[in-house]
């Protein structure tokens, strides 16, 4: 058996069995929920044309329906219009919540509880256009004209500061990208170094290491956790984004995916380093009690990192922001957003990239080592540099 | 047959492994015996490659082991170990799986053992959640489900109740008959006296007797003497030139043990100048006799 075939069959090991505890189940079922409250939410709350239904009796009503529905566009306001026989039908169907109004006569409008501001401002520009174009038409202007002087082409935009609209929607892009970024980490991290205490609290290591050289072990735990991560991370985004553009919550081009999807690569890139590190501080100890403490370095760097992805959201092209997204334990976190808010040249990604992946190098190979020198060691948590000579030997 | 070959090996300035060399023929039980710390478990360790020797060799069908000759190798430590989540039939289809064995054989393989274990209602059951003498027999399950050729069992017996120890006993006794080499430790002399066919006995490190226990009983027998003195002092017995020692009283008689090439005859003498001689015979040499000499040599 290959040092490739055992990471293989450990690596399995740790997906089928995370994959079967019903709390993995219920935290990526409650993670999955959250994103997409978070997806749909902006629609429900802020963002789309709300729609009503209003009943019009009589001929000039149907006109300034129509009128108000045509310059919904504008308002965020759409109208369904519903054509009723008499004023007494309308009524009784606005009281009864089958409309939400009912323009009765020619300027007249019935609601049961006071009419919304908007459709109010729309029916009023409905009113307006109508009245304009039967003026204008009395000045003996064809039909076509009339409708050329009310309804002008709309005015184009140009902002000196960059689309707005866009930098805001790259900024959510990238902080949501940082979070789950840090999460990934911090949780899969912890599991990394979690289940090398289980396996030596159990002394099932011992069985272990009889068949299996401990680099071995080590590189099936992380690349196990490491895929079943990749994998949620990617249904999350999927997921996300998915009902993002579909609710229209995000008003996104194909050049606003590429970033996000870009941002999941630097997953492994982060990983392969903090996970590693978990790894060798879970070697460390013998007990779940003692985890913590030898865990904790870790996980400063890792929430100190994310503290700095958000601030280099405010400032991402500032000095701080450049600084963090070249040092290999913060780049995973800063980068990305750098990268979403295009502040980031390709050189300086390029750079990243490579002292991540020279630093992941050197410290694999530290951490697999220390992982070495104190994987069997049990009782009293080991010291870093006992465990490095240990394995020297 | 597997061969420790001078192996040393230290812990700072303890030295747990001092030269130490014999040999575990296939295809019988044999008994790794010493008191504790005496580099049982460090000696099996090393086997298991778990542990790295500081000098010597361990060599399996007279090859020198690596990696792929210990796949074929079964090993129960002296600290058990499982995964406490893991179910019954998984742990022991992946345990086989580690051990190079293809997965359906693996799969195939599991359900016979936990058949032949007495498992069979708990394959589905968390290890943590069975009972300490359940999560015994999936502890050997472990150690055999590849189907090893040499089995290293550091302390198997020890935790076991009556039954627990017949059935394990029986089932290393079937391994052994298919000629696989089963080198089991114990405290229970007694246990290892009745099961294995030879033995290692080590002190301080160093290997003090080896060999199989017929020939190690019959060399101490010749020096084992059951006397009985009728109205003797207690320890009439302890100025007579040639006795080493004595062992447990039995009955009215008492179980002396001579130095080598001493003189029965003397021992006789003295016992008839001490009273009136009621028994006097060779008696046979138990392990646990073989055992205490060995180690306050």
């Known amino acids: ?393 | 047959m597997l061969e420790l070959d001078a192996l040393s090996r230290r812990y700072g300035d303890v030295v747990a492994l001092d030269d130490l060399t014999f040999e575990v023929p296939t295809g019988q039980l044999f008994g790794f015996v010493g008191p504790n710390g005496a580099g049982k478990t460090t000696a099996m360790r090393i086997v298991l490659g778990v542990l790295e020797p500081d000098a010597g060799h361990v060599r399996w069908q007279g090859a020198e082991i690596d990696a792929g000759a210990r796949r074929d190798f079964g090993y129960m430590p002296e600290e058990r170990g499982l995964y406490p989540k893991m179910r019954v039939g998984d742990q022991l289809t992946y345990m086989a799986r580690l051990h190079g064995v293809e997965a359906a054989e693996a799969q195939a393989a599991a359900d016979r053992w936990i058949e032949r274990l007495g498992l069979s209602e708990r394959a589905d059951t968390r290890v943590e959640e069975l009972s300490l003498g359940n999560q015994q027999r999936v502890q050997l399950g472990v150690a055999l489900v590849h189907e090893p050729s040499l089995l290293v069992l550091d302390e198997p017996f020890s935790g076991l109740d009556p039954g627990g120890v017949d059935v394990l006993a029986g089932v290393l006794a079937e391994r052994a008959e298919d000629g696989v080499a089963v080198v089991f430790s114990s405290h229970q002399l007694e246990l290892v006296e009745r099961l294995c066919r030879s033995v290692a006995i080590v002190n301080d490190g160093r290997l003090v007797a080896s060999g199989p226990v017929e020939e190690l009983r019959r060399k101490h027998a010749s020096r084992m003497l059951r006397v009985e003195v009728e109205g003797a002092s207690e320890d009439w017995w302890s100025e007579v030139p040639g006795v080493a020692g004595a062992g447990d009283r039995e009955g009215a008689g008492v179980l002396l043990e001579l130095h080598e090439g001493a003189d029965d005859q003397q021992v006789l003498a003295a016992a008839a100048r001490a009273g009136r001689v009621r028994h006097f015979g060779r008696a046979e040499a138990r392990l646990a006799d073989i055992f205490r000499e060995a180690i306050s040599a």
């Open chain 1, 1 to 393: 058996m290959s040092f490739g075939q055992a990471t293989a069959l450990v690596a399995r090991r740790e997906i089928t069995e995370r994959i079967r505890q019903r709390s993995f189940l219920v935290s990526s079922a409650v993670t999955l929920l959250i994103v997409a409250a978070a997806a749909v939410l902006p629609a429900l709350l802020g963002g789309g044309p709300t729609t009503y239904d209003i009943g019009v009796v009589g001929s000039q009503p149907r006109a300034v329906a129509a009128a108000a529905g045509a310059a919904g566009s504008e308002t965020d306001v759409k109208v369904d219009v519903k054509r009723l026989p008499d004023r007494a039908k309308a009524e009784k169907q606005v009281r009864d919540g089958d409309l939400d109004a009912a323009l009765v006569a020619p300027r007249q409008v019935v609601s049961d509880d006071k009419l919304p501001d908007e459709l109010a401002q729309a029916l009023q520009l409905g009113a307006r256009q109508v009245a304009s174009g039967e003026a204008l038409r009395k000045q003996g202007l064809s039909r076509a004209q009339a409708r050329r002087a009310l309804d002008p082409p709309p005015l184009r935009t140009r902002t000196l500061a960059g689309d707005s609209q866009d930098s805001d929607q790259r900024k959510f892009i990238a902080l949501a990208a940082a979070l789950l970024l840090y999460g990934q980490l911090l949780t899969y991290g912890l599991w990394v170094s979690t289940g090398v205490v289980e396996e030596k609290a159990s002394r099932v290591v011992e069985i272990l290491l009889a068949t299996l050289s401990p680099r071995a072990l080590m590189a099936g735990k992380i690349v196990g956790l490491g895929v079943l991560g990749a994998g949620q991370m990617l249904l999350v985004v999927v997921l996300g984004l998915a009902l993002a553009l579909a609710t229209g919550s995000l008003e996104a081009t194909g050049g606003d995916v590429a970033p996000v999807l870009l941002v999941l690569l630097w997953f492994p890139l982060g990983y392969a380093l903090y996970a590693s590190l978990y790894a060798a501080a879970g070697a460390l100890v013998s007990r779940q009690e003692d985890l913590q403490s030898a865990t904790t370095p870790l996980t400063v760097l890792i929430i100190a990192s994310f503290f700095l992805s958000f601030s280099a959201l405010n400032d991402p092209g500032g000095p701080v922001a450049t600084a963090a997204s070249l040092v290999p334990f913060s780049a995973p976190l800063v980068m990305p957003g750098r990268m979403v808010l295009g502040e980031a040249s390709p050189a300086e990604v390029v750079a990243a990239v490579v002292l991540l992946v020279a630093a992941t190098i050197l410290l694999v190979r530290v951490g697999a080592r220390v992982y070495s020198g104190a994987v069997l060691r049990t009782g009293k948590p080991v010291k870093l540099l006992e465990a490095l000579r240990a394995s020297r030997s």
